[in-house]
């Protein structure tokens, strides 16, 4: 059940921060996806993702939030912990959740420790110019960081709800500020969130490290979608991603069957007793 990587990505061996480059470089589209538990992590690494993003996305995904601000660094090191543990080829990237990197570099870097020696080969954080500090200081500590742009879900009270960013000449201008200046300071790879084609494409071409978009249009160097909306595990999913499976009705049918036969008494059969 494993996958073919391209040539400049190892076939068995991890995928580290030179892969990424040279990716971008050979014109290689990244492909990551989030994982948050080690069950679908083995599945999605042996399927040949090269990232995969313990996204605090788990927050709406796994916990029953509504967003993805009351995550807490330690539950982000216990889903880091279990995806790494069950990677063998991905890069695991964790989220700095919301709280644990905003007061300066010295937060950052010890809520970033605390993620790597949990399993996490980088670390991802929201925002812009304001985070070139915390990102120059992570780099600085051995940490590669990933940076996120765009729609920065941590902040959506400030953002007003889910909205398309970088919209018009002025913000797309600070988009790209912003990425040059993250990509200055070390940043490995730039997460694009709900940007419009366009922003995205000159991001693309305006910094060396890969690009990865969510609902970005195709013109960055990779993309990434939470793993749930990727796999249809709801009939809903956000207009920006494609469902290539339909995982969720596999799993409610599976329940029924199950359901049924215990109820009618065919499970468990002979074969499934012990005798002595
Ligand atoms: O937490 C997450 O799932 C993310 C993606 C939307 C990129 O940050």
Redesign the pocket.
Known sequence: MSSAAPSSRPSGARVRVHHLTQAKEHGERLVML?AYDAFTARILDDAGTDML?V????GNVALGHDS?IPVTLEEMLVATRAVASATARAMVVA?LPFGTYESGPQQALASAVRLVKAGAQAV?LEGGAAREDAVRTLTQAGIPVVG?LGFT?QSINALGGYRVQARGQQEEDRLVADAVALAKAGAVAL?L?MVPTPAAARVTRSVAVPTIG?GAGPRTDGQ?L?WTDMAGMSEWSPRFARQFGQVGQALHQAAQDYGQAVREGSFPGPEHGFES
């Not at 996204?55 to 788990?58: H, T, V």
């Open positions: 989030t993003l996204g605090d996305s788990i993805t989220d991802k996120h879900p997460v969130e969510i990434v939470v």
